[in-house]
């Protein structure tokens, strides 16, 4: 197998000759104001690495533009939001850089593109302490922006898949933490607009993910997620605790993770013997089908590179 037929067969549920490897980091800021330095830079660390497929960077493109959420106070103000529309700089911007990133991987890998949830996008605006007291202050404001939001997310979906030559989104849900809000709240105020992207997403493309995010370091409501389909689904292993066979059974799908991606832990600190030790374990756990080694989350810069190689080898020889 090559790796997309490899990464293919994986998606599917099917037994591949290996189990596929792939880890992501943020691109560091000083590619951002040039695109194809950008795209450069994501090649260069899928060769360096040799994982079997990209999750693509958004860096740069976080956080909502619209001129209302700038000193944004009151919730009331969200009822102004609307949505940017298809041909919007924020919108064009991606997508066109995303067809130099896919040009310069040159088909040899399946490549998913990082696309946030609608309130995430305003959150990385404004922030969490704004955003929680907008959205208690008034949900259905909120619930407006977010469907705004949700029509420009819609808009960047098709495009990156009609058109840049990503093969799938890479959906990262968040705000799901035990302390943020009760099911019965995330159903209401957040659940709508995150379908909404996640609906057009798999409408175009059966080669989507969804990244069960848990980066403010609190375990996720999981149930709230639960009729979320995509036939990869990312979970944070070391927060949201199980271990990989549960993970299969609970998620229905081909699960993608394992290791740690904080500073410090394992992956950071391992000798090569006990990272090869590890994925034999994890691969055990996980089997031939349904499986794809990962880590929780974004690796930081500061892991050297060939500590992905380590993981990406060990896996090769099973």
């Known amino acids: 197998m090559n790796k997309r037929e490899r990464v293919i067969a994986a998606f599917r549920g099917q037994e591949v000759d290996h189990v596929p490897v792939c880890m992501w980091q ?16 994501q090649a260069r660390f899928f060769r360096s690495t040799d994982v079997d497929f990209m999750k693509l960077s958004g860096d740069k493109y976080f956080g909502w533009p619209s001129p ?13 939001i609307e949505p940017l529309g298809e041909n919007h700089p924020f919108i064009r911007g991606q997508i066109e850089r995303t067809k130099k990133v896919v040009a310069a991987l040159n088909g040899e ?3 998913l593109y ?6 995430s996008c305003i959150r990385l605006k404004i922030g969490y302490p704004m955003m929680m007291k907008l959205i208690r202050e008034n949900p259905d404001a909120m619930k407006h922006a977010c469907a705004a939001v949700a029509e420009d997310q819609k808009a960047l979906v098709r495009g990156l898949i009609r058109e840049s030559g990503v093969d799938g989104i890479f959906y990262s849900v968040q705000n799901g933490e035990e302390t943020r809000f009760t099911a019965e709240e995330y159903a209401d105020w957040v659940m709508p607009s995150d379908r909404a992207v996640l609906d057009c997403a798999n409408a175009l493309s059966d080669m989507n993910a969804i ?3 848990a980066w403010e370091e609190i375990p996720n409501r999981l149930d709230i997620w639960k009729d979320y389909k995509a036939p990869v689904i990312s979970w944070s292993r070391y927060f949201d605790i199980m271990d990989i066979r549960k993970a299969k059974w609970r998620f229905g799908s081909t699960v993608w993770g394992g290791f740690d991606n904080r500073p410090g832990s394992f992956l950071y600190t391992a000798t090569r013997e006990e990272i090869e030790q590890e994925v034999a374990r994890l691969v055990e756990q996980g089997g031939k089908s349904g499986y794809i080694l990962g880590a929780d989350c974004s690796i ?9 190689r ?5 896996a090769r020889r099973l």
């Not at 930081?300 to 992905?308: D, F, G, S, T, V």
């Open 26 to 41: 943020h691109v560091a800021e000083r590619f951002w104001s040039d695109d194809d330095a950008f795209a450069a830079e």
């Open 68 to 80: 209302v959420l700038e000193g944004i106070t009151k919730a009331e103000d969200l009822y102004k």
């Open 109 to 111: 890998c399946v490549a």
């Open 114 to 119: 990082l696309v946030f949830v609608p309130l």
């Open 211 to 213: 990244h069960f995010c």
């Open 300 to 308: 930081h810069n500061e892991l050297p590179e060939e500590r992905i």
């Open 310 to 314: 380590w993981v990406v080898e060990a």
